[in-house]
């Protein structure tokens, strides 16, 4: 099933706020806010710029903790001789599509 363009775009806006080249964005924003409008570049700004940072490295957390834990799966069901292969690819589709299949094999059981 092919994923809908927005849903697409999304998750790689995701994948892509967890990759070490974002947290550089943050300080050219930063220095890009600094010359265009210096009189707005206060106490506030700094909250933001640090809350976004924050998001961040929330986020690049997350991804890694669900990377590791994909891989560890991954290899569970690469060892079990009775899981369907056909799951380790699972993690490549959209979020929607994979509750659609936790919703399928629920009802299978």
Request: glycine share 0%.
């Given at each position: 099933?092919?994923?809908h363009p927005i849903r697409r775009g999304l998750t790689l806006l995701g994948v892509l706020a967890a990759h070490p080249a974002a947290f550089g964005i943050v300080p050219i924003y930063a220095v890009v806010w600094?010359?265009?409008?210096?009189?707005?570049?206060?106490?506030?700004?700094?909250?933001?710029l640090a809350t976004w940072f924050m998001t961040l490295v929330i986020q690049?957390?997350?991804?890694?903790?669900?990377?590791?834990?994909?891989?560890?799966?991954?290899?569970?069901?690469?060892?079990?001789g009775d899981a369907r292969s056909g799951l380790t690819k699972l993690d490549q589709q959209e979020?929607?599509?994979i509750e659609?299949?936790?919703?399928?094999?629920?009802k299978e059981d």
């Open positions: 099933m092919e994923a600094f010359f265009l409008q210096r009189d707005t570049l206060d106490w506030h700004a700094v909250a933001t690049r957390a997350v991804y890694r903790d669900n990377q590791a834990l994909q891989a560890k799966l991954d290899e569970l069901l690469r060892a079990h979020p929607e599509d659609r299949h936790r919703d399928k094999a629920q």
